[in-house]
Every structure is written in C-alpha cells, then in structure tokens.
C-alpha cells in the first residue's frame, strides 16, 4: 500500500510511530513509578484513584500493544485490538472526568494546579485525546493519517507523565500549560522524521498540534470566565469547599509518613 500523502510505502513508517510510542509509554510508566518511589502515591489512596490508575496504565498497555502489533505487520490482530480500545476510550472519559471531580471534591487537586482551572482543562484534554483517537479510527483505511493521529492523541495524555516528573511546584501558574507543551517533542519528532524520510511533514502532526494548543488556550480562558467559575461552584456546591475560591491554589501536602 503507498501513502497517499507523501508517496511512500505506509509500512517503512511502524519502526519509527512503535518507537516513538513506547519512548512516550515508558516517560508515563515511569512518572507514576517515580511518584511512588518519592512517598508521595500511595496504595492507602481511595478506590476511584486506584480504578482511574487502572483503566488509564490498561490504555497505555493497549495503545503499545497496538503500535508493536502494527510494527510487526500483525495487522488482523491489531484491528482486533483495536475493537476492544475503542470500548476502553470511552473509560477513560468516565474515569479520567470522575477523578477529576472527586479530586476538587476533596481537596486533593495537585497544589500546582487552581481548582477552578483544573476541573475544566482536565476533562477538556481527555475529549480532545478520544476525540483525535475518533479521527484515527475514522481514518483506518489511511494507515499514514490514522497513525499520526494515534500517536497525536496519546500526546493529549501525556500532561501527567511530564507532571511527575517536572519540577511542578516552582511552574504555577502555568504548571499545566508547561506540562502539556513540553509532550510537544514527540510531534515534532514526527514531523523532523516525515521531513527526512519523506520530503514533508506530514499534515496530521498540525492537526495533533492544533488541538493541543487549542486545549491549552480554551482551557485557560475558560478555566478563569464566569463559565469556569459556575463549573467550580456547581462540582463544589454541598461540600467543605463550597466556600471556597477556585483560583485559589490548594496548600502543599506535608511531609511524606515516616
């Protein structure tokens, strides 16, 4: 099969889409193991925190499965598989979005982030992730659009990653903003491998681009209008920090238990 955009063969491409994946799973892997290591996860966290780490470290699993079966030309088992990612996605808007509520709820937002904004960009960039994983599949018969654009939407997902293991506390207060410009690496690596091995970049790396960026812009500026506000005050409202400020940010945690 030839590429349509660029006029080579789709399939020189898996080698560098599967690597460029598992470099992104291995930094996410690693952010979360490197949360533990430092005390500050816990397994005594509450069960939604351990069910939205399961259904979110599954997607990654998925996600590498998909790109090493893709790479080894195991094309069957890897639409197979993608069945079962497409029924998985819709977990992680559910969980990813459950969390988040629960964690202003609580008052377990991450000190580095403002509540108010923090309940608006988090949904916002898992909708955008699944909503380019859409376009993925709806673009399967195009392996070079419906590869690029996988790989784009795990970027969506990689804030947390980076968030693990960036010096947060000294980002306010562009911490989630830093976070999710940094995962701009891994598009930009595609484009400098399209330009190389094709002539050109790619088109669907500037799609991935544009919706990140268009992420960051719309949750920032909705994250601090009257809409953030109202969002803030009905997801609070019946809780201890109902008489709270959204943009105010939560206090340090203390010292890690002895």
């Known amino acids: 099969m030839t590429d349509a955009t660029t006029g080579a063969p789709s399939t020189g491409d898996r080698p560098f889409l599967r690597n460029l994946i ?3 799973a291995f930094i996410l892997v690693t952010g979360f193991i490197v949360q533990l290591a430092m005390g500050r996860s816990s397994f005594n966290a509450p069960l939604i925190v351990h069910a939205h780490a399961a259904v979110f470290m599954g997607w990654v699993g998925i996600v590498l499965t998909q790109a090493w079966l893709a790479g080894a030309g195991s094309m069957r088992l890897h639409q197979q598989v993608g ?3 497409a029924i998985w996605a819709l977990g992680l808007l559910v969980f990813g979005t459950w969390i988040t509520i629960a964690a202003v709820q609580t008052g377990r937002t991450p000190f580095f982030f403002q509540p108010q904004h923090f309940i608006v960009a988090n949904p916002l960039s898992l909708f955008a992730a699944v909503g380019l994983l859409a376009a993925a599949v709806t673009m ?4 070079d659009w419906h590869a690029r654009l996988q790989v784009s939407s795990f970027v969506l997902l990689m804030g947390p990653g980076f968030g693990r293991l960036l010096p947060m506390p000294i ?3 562009y911490a989630f903003e830093i976070a999710g410009l940094v ?8 484009i400098i491998y399209d330009w190389r091995a094709h ?5 669907a790396w500037f799609w991935g681009i544009g919706v990140l960026l268009a992420v960051i812009v719309v949750a920032r500026l909705a994250g601090f209008s009257p809409v953030g506000e109202a969002v803030y005050d009905a ?3 019946g809780t201890p920090f109902a008489a709270t400020s959204g943009l105010d940010f939560p206090p340090p945690p203390g010292p890690p238990p002895v």
């Open 22 to 24: 598992t470099v992104m």
């Open 83 to 85: 069945k079962l990612a």
């Open 140 to 143: 399967r018969h195009r392996p």
């Open 171 to 173: 980002l306010p207060p």
């Open 183 to 190: 995962a701009l690496v891994f598009p930009l690596a595609g």
């Open 199 to 203: 002539g050109r970049p790619h088109p």
């Open 235 to 237: 997801v609070v409202a």
